[in-house]
């Protein structure tokens, strides 16, 4: 077998996402996944057939949506296979390196061992803004630079001006990559207004998060006519579900936004309750300032806490093994009830399990 497998695969660590990583309970806060559940079905019966390979009435909601034209708009099996399908299309392996900046997705990183490309790694500061100086050190030959906006796990934004003196630092032949998975939730900060200021600006979207369609595997990726119609190259033929489809159409008419805007409303004022309530908890030594359906979180003893709350049926995500976040805890921001329930856990605590 191990002849088989390519060295760079052989040594593979998989992306461990919250399912994955199995762990159950009754009250799950670690996948960043709306608390409500979208009523919306699929009601038709024409699955003998194979689906669009892009969707005409899906594009056309989304265009509406996001405010980009139809031709620089490609749909996609969620945000994830944007990133796969950019840095496949792009970059040959062992040759090209991506540029990424941790603590952030983990996806940059895993996409890139997939295909053996090599990696610049620049971490974030202790501030949590991207590190300029060297940065620019070391841009020079990179193919891609991915930018979580607003980051994940941090929850914060990168200044805007800064990531505009990188775009425009870079030659013609780096690509500059927004994921904005979680822009919904402060959308006047997306970058969508710069996509006919620079060619090489490719902007990631999704329906998994303000939507509430995590199971549905659907995504966005937008840029300019050209990179488009590269990426369709790539792309397998049949991406797009007609349930998939079907679903995301109806998500995308007036009413069902207006419920989504609800809910982003909703989350932020649970947001501010939970913080708020957090504030009062002693052994909680800081809690950073978020513009996601998320915190993070500094605890005295993570590890300690993170078996606690699992002890007591609440699941968070565990973000103490990344880089600067020792101690680290992120917690998805469920319904009032779910926030309530995680205050009177966090309450009773006495230092042991």
């Known amino acids: 077998m191990k002849r088989l497998i390519p060295k760079h695969i052989s040594i593979l660590k998989p992306y461990q996402s919250a399912r994955r990583i199995g ?21 038709f019966n024409n699955l003998n057939r194979y689906p669009e390979f892009q969707p005409y009435k899906l594009l056309k909601k989304y265009s509406l949506y996001s405010g980009v034209p139809i031709n ?21 392996s062992n040759i090209d390196k991506i540029m990424f900046f941790p603590p952030t997705y983990d996806m940059y990183n895993v996409i890139a061992n997939i295909f053996n490309i090599k990696k610049i790694i620049i971490p974030i500061l202790s501030n949590f803004q991207l590190d300029i100086k060297n940065i620019k050190k070391k841009i020079n030959n990179v193919k891609i630079i991915y930018i979580c906006y607003p980051n994940n796990p941090t929850g914060n934004f990168f200044s805007r001006n800064k990531i505009i003196r990188i775009i425009n630092s870079v030659s013609k032949t780096t690509l500059i990559v927004i994921d904005e998975a979680y822009i919904d939730f402060s959308i006047k900060y997306s970058f969508v207004s710069e996509l006919n200021n620079f060619d090489n600006l490719i902007i990631l979207r999704t329906l998994s998060k303000s939507f509430g369609l995590s199971a549905i595997r659907c995504g966005f990726v937008l840029s300019n006519v050209k990179i488009i119609k590269i990426l369709k190259k790539v792309l397998a033929p049949y991406p797009i579900s007609i349930p998939v489809s079907d679903i995301a159409i109806q998500s995308l008419c007036s009413q069902n936004i207006f ?4 809910n982003i409303l909703r989350i932020l004022k649970n947001k501010k309750f939970l913080i708020d309530q957090l504030k009062k908890i002693s052994y909680i030594k800081n809690i950073f300032h978020s513009e996601a359906n998320f915190i993070l979180i500094k605890f005295a003893e993570s590890k300690t806490i993170f078996k606690y709350l699992i002890s007591k ?6 973000q103490s093994h990344n880089l ?11 319904t009032i009830h779910e926030c309530q329930e995680l205050i009177n856990v966090l309450s ?5 399990i």
């Open 348 to 352: 009773i605590y006495k230092g042991k």
């Open 72 to 92: 620089q708009i490609l749909i996609t099996r969620g945000a994830d296979e944007g990133i796969e399908i950019i840095t496949r299309t792009f970059c040959e």
């Open 313 to 318: 049926g609440i699941i968070v995500r565990d």
């Open 259 to 262: 419920l989504m805007q609800k």
């Open 23 to 43: 762990i159950q309970g009754r009250i799950y806060l670690n996948a960043n996944e709306s608390p409500w559940i979208n009523n919306i079905q699929y009601k």
């Open 324 to 334: 600067g976040l020792k101690n680290c805890l992120r917690i998805s921001i469920g």
